[in-house]
């Protein structure tokens, strides 16, 4: 009886409080800069995890009879993509560093650690320096050839598996730290995370939740991306909150699993930005011709173009749903409407149709300068000092892009939501080009140099100006090649660089969130309120699992867990 009535005391006190629910609202402290992060492969210089294999390459089948690096025979592989099996004169090779990549990162003593039977061999400049089952000690040099590691012989009853590849300073540890300290370093200036990259948003054909990508895989670079366990875990170790972009194949139970596990595995209290796809307006994705044949085939529109965005701003809104109902009070909620920062028109039906904007938070955009001196304005571009350059970026590419700006946070404020960069920076970029064209050079110079970061400076500043949020950067850590240079680091050692340093910059004293947490803080917020009460009524009951909820951890939540969040009202200390 007692129960019963400080349940209803405790309800009639929530109801007191005013609605409660997940989403973000108007004036909530949001970090002003993040970051995106470059998808994981053999030759990027990120180097995020201790474990190099979960960067290397998909197999490839070698013949060691005929001397092919490959023969295009198919490899015989595990549920987890360990070789299990070889063909007459089969050889499995795979790639985790590349020359150009220990030139500046990688180079070392590595412990390789492996279970089952066969025969590893290791090629480029490797070196083994010793082996005893199970485990190898090989030396990396410095502009050498690379990593090879070759599976030459294997038993199919014990194959060989689990394939770890660690520095040796962390290879004794009984729990090797997933995530090197060189890479968790480089994101302490970052309030929010964008995994877009991660999770192979522009090529994946994920749709089903039993094919997503696990934990247990070999590797984390094939075409579905790094684990979301992975992603949700860096979050944690960083203290950052994460931008998940959802597959536009997805189906319903993939989305409301992604929810769970996400409000299961994220620390308490740290919000969560959502999104459908990537630049689904974008026809160098597939996700903009399927968003136009949904729209199409739904009957959203009879123009191609409009009825994308419909079937987005549809998208969009069932996937806010859901995961909203999976979070309740629980956990914030960012909810992006991904948009198209120079057709503010498109934005516009994305936000307007079926009252999308009410239940969206932001309108993301990309406010990229420069973009011409890679297309239509390329001769003049290979004709120009890096110097020269920058200057026609401040003058002639910034001014158009500031006044886009201006004119999406006017479209994003009629909406009631606000204005966020999912991408940004500037767009130096001619990829339709052959590698040795030297207007790469000029552009690669340009990104390096100290007046480009004078200018991302000035550039930030006006976002703030124009009442931009969170400017989330593309991108971390990457080299500078054909297709861009984008990265505001070659590798994930290098001293700052005048980009980085901007960021740095312009990031300081920004609102980051709390990961600390009291007794009774049940959404970790720092803060013992209402949100933790009513969370705590949400899940009464018999607990499955360890749950926040469950204050005192006795496996129900109940009268107990309620008198110590009433018993801690208030702030926490420190």
């Not at 001397?67 to 070889?86: E, H, K, N, P």
């Not at 962390?170 to 997933?178: F, H, Q, R, T, W």
């Not at 990508?213 to 579905?224: G, N, Q, T």
């Not at 593309?474 to 700052?496: A, D, H, K, R, Y």
Request: glycine share 8%; hydrophobic share 45%.
């Amino acid at each position: 009886m007692f129960e019963l009535r400080f349940l209803r005391w405790a309800c009639a006190f929530v109801a007191l409080c005013g609605s409660l629910h997940a989403v973000a609202v108007p004036g909530d402290p949001t970090p002003r800069v993040g970051t995106n992060l470059e998808a994981v492969n053999d030759w990027g210089t990120m180097l995020p995890f201790n474990d190099l294999f979960k960067t290397s390459r998909a197999w490839i089948s070698g013949n060691a009879a005929t001397f092919q690096w490959d023969d295009g025979r198919a490899i015989d592989v595990d549920s987890d993509g360990w070789v299990r099996s070889l063909k007459p004169n089969q050889i499995a090779r795979t790639i985790m560093l590349v020359d150009d990549v220990t030139s500046h990162v990688g180079a070392g003593r590595y412990v390789v650690l492996y279970e089952g039977s066969g025969t590893i061999q290791y090629a480029g400049s490797t070196t083994l320096i010793s082996h005893t089952a199970g485990r190898d000690v090989i030396e990396v040099p410095a502009n050498g050839s690379g990593l090879f590691l070759y599976i030459v012989a294997t038993n199919s009853t014990n194959w060989i598996r689990n394939i770890r590849v660690l520095p040796e300073a962390v290879a004794n540890v009984a729990s090797p730290p997933l995530f090197t300290q060189a890479f968790l370093s480089r994101l302490e200036p970052y309030g929010v995370l964008r995994f877009m990259d991660w999770a192979r948003i522009n090529e994946t054909t994920l749709s089903q939740w039993s094919a997503r990508p696990e934990p247990s895989d070999a590797r984390w670079s094939a075409a579905h991306g790094v684990p979301l366990e992975t992603m949700i875990d860096l979050a944690n170790e960083t203290c950052s909150e994460p931008w998940f972009c959802i597959p536009h194949l997805a189906s319903d139970d993939y989305v409301r699993r992604s929810a769970q596990l996400i409000h299961a595995r994220l620390r308490p209290g740290l919000r969560v930005w959502v999104e459908h796809s990537n630049e689904t307006w974008n026809g160098a994705f597939p996700q903009a011709s399927y968003v136009q044949q949904r729209g199409l085939a739904l009957g959203l529109a009879t123009d191609a173009w409009q009825a994308g965005w419909f079937w987005h701003s549809r998208r969009s809104v069932q996937i806010f749903q859901i995961f909203s109902e999976v979070f309740g009070s629980a956990r914030p909620l960012q909810r992006v409407m991904g948009g198209f920062v120079t057709v503010p028109w498109g934005n516009e039906q994305a936000l307007s149709f079926e009252d999308a904007d009410l239940a969206t938070d932001v309108l993301a955009i990309a406010p990229y300068f420069g973009h011409e001196w890679g297309s239509e304005r390329v001769g003049e571009a290979r004709q120009m000092t890096s110097t020269q350059l920058v200057q026609a970026l401040r003058t002639q590419s910034l001014p158009p892009v500031l006044a886009l700006i201006g004119e999406n946070r006017a479209l994003a404020k009629s909406h009631g939501v606000g204005l966020v960069a999912y991408e940004g920076g500037h767009h130096l970029a001619a990829p339709q080009l052959p590698w040795n064209d030297p207007v790469h050079a000029v552009f690669h110079s340009a990104a390096r140099s100290s007046a480009m970061g004078t200018l991302y400076a000035d550039y930030l500043d006006a976002w703030d100006a124009a009442g931009g949020g969170a400017f989330v950067n593309f991108s971390l850590c990457g080299g500078f090649t054909q297709w861009g240079c984008w990265s505001v680091l070659e590798w994930i050692t290098q001293p700052s660089t005048p980009r980085e340093s901007a960021l740095i910059a312009h990031a300081a004293g920004q609102w980051l969130p709390s990961c600390s947490v009291c007794t009774g803080d049940v959404n970790g917020d720092g803060i013992v309120g209402a949100p933790d009460l009513s969370e705590v009524l949400f899940r009464w009951g018999p607990a499955t699992g360890s749950i926040a909820a469950d204050l005192n951890q006795d496996g129900v939540v109940n009268a107990v867990d309620v008198s110590l969040v009433l018993a801690n009202w208030g702030a926490c200390d420190g």
